[in-house]
């Protein structure tokens, strides 16, 4: 079935979370759990039962995670069974740009492998790398999910002659592991999963039988709901109101004309927008929740 980014955008979702407010994330209210903790259900648009939260894309009602209008995300929660083993068998898409990154419960990036860096399968093609064929009909790879921590490598820059065969997704509050896949502008013409099928699940047994599909969804509890850390985005009241009205700033602060505009690092780097505090910038992929 063909999906239309026009049908995607305009299917009534008015319940889903749109934009977390600095200000109502600071209000003193009892978490509960919120609806898109759970398998989307009313949202047009391809999904399977491991990629079984999204397509999140530019639609405002569901635009949890401030994504570019032309870029569309798919979550998959899960748990790995003990002495299991997990691999993602997908084809490259026709795209601008892809990749694959874990998170933890507050939405800090925890490994990521963007897409020229993917291993191809054998007598395959990698679209994404210097001087490949764009439109290669041979184009599948396998990526291992590991659940250990990944190591320590510089990330943000270009990654030359390396090539990854894998994606760390540590575990966190006891059991659960998290994987976002992306796609960014598909190509003129292609499906928003850039006219290629979602990525599927090969679940190895201890015992070396392989599950694929439902009955490797089932095996990963991939229904499982999501175990977010509300507080990931959660300032007091009382320095929300300090930040906020300060006796030498206008009401207006610290909106600018024109704008001003700011990347996302971590915490103390957001909230120096409102002290006027000169900070170091940290690295990108720590700190705060989904930063850039």
Known sequence: MTYKIANIINTQRLKWVSVFLLAGASMNIQAKPLDYEKPTVDIEGPRSCFW???PFSADPYINVAYPDANVFYWA???TIPKGAKLEVDGEFAHARYQSLISYDERGRPQDSVADYLIAPKLNNTNPYQTGADRQ?????YSIAVQTGMPPQIERGVMQRNTVRTDI?????RKDQQLLIYRIYLPDEKASITGGVPLPEPVLTLSDGKRLRGGEACAALKTGQQ???????LNISAEKYVALRDQA???ATWPATNPSSWYIQYDREFLLSMYSGEKVKMGRRSEGGSTPT
Do not use: M, V
Request: no cysteine.
């Open 52 to 54: 079984n939260r999204g």
């Open 76 to 78: 998959a929660t899960f």
């Open 136 to 140: 290669a009909e041979e184009r599948s």
């Open 168 to 172: 760390y997704a540590p575990s966190y």
């Open 226 to 232: 999501l175990k977010i850390d509300p507080n990931a």
């Open 248 to 250: 030498d700033k206008p």
